[in-house]
């Protein structure tokens, strides 16, 4: 499914080596070509797909005892021969489920296959104060409470994945370091997993890579292959979708903007090391700003309502708050260009605080970013504010599970009794 | 053909929309089978594809009428049948021509579709003094010549891809700025297309990004799906292979290094901004700072063998140009750990000068990246010198050349007089 959203678990990124993982592969091409180009027969995906007509109708049929696809109406083709019975995409009785656990609320989003909403709530913690093993608890007992959510609602989840802002070790499920919760090498799947109902497939990725898959499907830009997406809070993480795919690079450590070494010269950053693009743009460092004169800041509390407290204040005409937007905003535009020239993308997608204030960022941050981009305007790369809020990483967290059983849809329904599990057998 | 070299040209980017995209598609998909699993019969491709056994043998009839693909021998399976007859990529009949033009030299390389090389030269030039209109008479004279040499060798070229140091609109063909020679707004591609014998399809890329190319399919870290390869000369550029395949951009303007802003507080660059990293590891500052009180420098001249002048300084303990190359470094593994935390390379390949004086840099930069990068050690990136010399360039744009073709089987060769342009029609 090449351009297709959450593509980071399609079949193709592996050639099937043997009849099992052909056949897998096949059943996924299948829905993935329903999905993408929308209903229609068996005889038509045949000849679009370039497979063997009697193998199409065998993965049919599988498709349809798992119930991932079912028969809507008849097509008539221009063609002779009798109309073919019309395939669409079903899913309705899988549920997928993704949350994100952040320094204070837990975000829960429950869909079924066609990503249609079933569940979608936000939970306050206090999930930095509470320390990992009770942040993990409370956690277990949201998904739990989400899990029998969607069975009532007739779609069992076929897998949960929760978003982390932090480095993860996505193969493993372990939180290798999330500095805002004060985590470090938390298996945290295994840790769910183990509190959860046995065989629902857990995984954990970066809350900001979420984000950008979300942002790629239902955000305002929805469909651009080249963005990135940028958390705004505290700390500052980013997501890049590259050619229409998640770029995860060799670790799944990428997109980790917050700590671009930006200004040698410049402040200690909460890591330890200097001058980190997080000092410059993140919300502490805009607070600090506002208010040269106020209390050193510490822990950030409610990052929402602080940006509002500030978006207040530049609507007054407060001297301090716009010199200090101004600022923040003159090294967004930078840490903009270092992306363009990098990895050129169309949009720099603004989360959180950032876009709460967007329109008091977005003149100084793209003056910048046109200037420093080495391509200039060229680039054609401008920022936009976000329009998903807080339930950007959740979605995209959901949406992770529903690829992963596109990509494998024998992990979910009942095959057929008489299904072929190999293509049936070719002579000639 | 995911995970292949130079994908950015299969067919897979778009889905097929008629039957004779399809049949292009799916020559694409056999020939791309068998270059990557290696000789096979047309049986074993059928059941490795799942495409039909007579679509197979039909596209195959095509692929040998086309003198892409021969028989060798025969498959002696150990199911029942007789043996089928195996298929192996041919091309010696087609070639590729790669054309690298830079400050002072045009790197030639020429090969058959399997790689094959039959040319490779380089000729020194002064291509920024000599201004565009003489450099492209050259360059077209250098093309003309290769052309006639591969045609000469039996193998007459299905197109020629030159690279060049700078930002280039590879849709049009256009060099939009190449500082270092002085070029902006060159409709290149067009130019030398005028130059040369009719239908010869000419393409223009980034020199850096077709570098990449190069290391993954040939260097010394070849098949390693994350890299990103520097080129180190007085300018610096980038390419990066992210999952296997060059990374574009939104307008093919990725992998600008030379010009991300690393320090507020530097020196002025060529560009005309403030502190770029190319201010900090190019060959000019090397220079610079390894004899702080020699003349300032201009254009620099034969960078290799400047280069080298300093190795010698080096052995002989000099200690401006110990200082120097340890600044160097320092900056380099700063810069790397920008691309660490963005796109999270395996590798990061040197080339240039930085590939030459490798052993001296790598202490402080491995260093300087492990410790600026947010994963540290756990992203396990490390520097490594190119040994492709600066015949990594032109290498990369035959590539393109061959990968165009096997994308697009039906543009070289005589298609069989009765072979079928669309898939034999079905029933059933």
Chains 1, 2 share one sequence.
């Not at 049919?60 to 109406?73: H, K, M, S, T």
């Not at 106020?294 to 716009?322: H, N, S, T, W």
């Not at 420093?372 to 504010?385: E, W």
Request: charged fraction near 20%.
């Amino acid at each position: 499914m090449p351009g297709r959203p959450h593509s980071t678990v399609t079949p193709e990124s592996a050639a099937p080596t043997d009849q099992l993982s052909l056949r897998r592969a096949n059943l996924s091409r299948v829905i993935g070509h329903l999905r993408e180009h929308g209903p229609r027969s068996r005889a038509t995906i045949a000849a679009e797909t370039g497979l063997h007509k009697a193998t199409v109708s065998s993965l049919v049929d599988e498709l349809l005892a798992r119930r991932l696809v079912r028969e809507a109406g008849l097509e008539h083709s221009g063609t002779a021969g009798r109309p073919g019975r019309v395939l669409t995409l079903d899913g309705a009785t899988v549920g997928a489920l993704g949350v994100e656990i952040n320094v204070d609320y837990l975000g829960v989003h429950g869909t079924d296959l066609a990503n249609r909403p079933l569940i979608q709530r936000r939970i306050p913690i206090d999930a930095a104060g509470a320390g990992p093993e009770r942040a993990v608890a409370r956690l277990a007992e949201a998904v739990r409470r989400a899990l029998a959510d969607l069975a009532r609602a007739g779609a069992p989840a076929a897998g949960v994945t929760v978003a982390v802002p932090g480095l993860i070790d996505v193969e493993r499920g372990t939180v290798l370091l999330a500095p805002n919760l004060g985590w470090r090498d938390l298996p945290l799947a295994e840790r769910l997993a183990a509190a959860l109902p046995a065989r629902i497939p857990v995984r954990v990725d970066n809350d900001a890579n979420l984000a950008a898959l979300a942002e790629y499907t239902y955000g305002v830009v929805a469909g651009t292959a080249d963005l990135v997406y940028l958390t705004g809070e505290v700390g500052v993480g980013g997501g890049l979708i590259v050619g229409g795919r998640l770029l995860r690079g060799a670790d799944g450590y990428s997109g980790e903007v917050g700590h671009l070494p930006v200004d040698p010269a410049g402040r200690r950053c909460g890591c330890g090391r200097t001058g980190c693009w997080e000092t410059k743009v993140g919300l502490a460092e805009l607070l600090r700003l506002a208010s040269p004169t106020g209390p050193p800041g510490g822990q950030v509390r409610d990052p929402d309502q602080r940006a509002r407290e500030i978006d207040r204040r530049l609507a007054a005409g407060d001297p301090a708050a716009l010199a200090a937007v101004a600022e923040v905003g003159r090294w967004l535009g930078l840490g903009g260009a270092i992306l363009v020239n990098l990895v050129n993308p169309r949009v720099i997608v603004l989360g959180g605080y950032f876009a709460i204030l967007a329109d008091r960022l977005l003149p100084a941050a793209q003056a910048e970013l046109d200037r420093l981009a080495v391509a200039g305007p060229a680039a054609r790369c401008r920022f936009v504010a976000s329009n998903l809020g807080f339930t950007a990483a959740a979605r995209g967290a959901a949406g992770v599970v529903v690829d992963r059983v596109l990509a494998d849809p024998t992990t979910v329904g009942t095959p057929p009794v008489d299904a072929p599990r190999v293509p049936p057998a070719r002579t000639g």
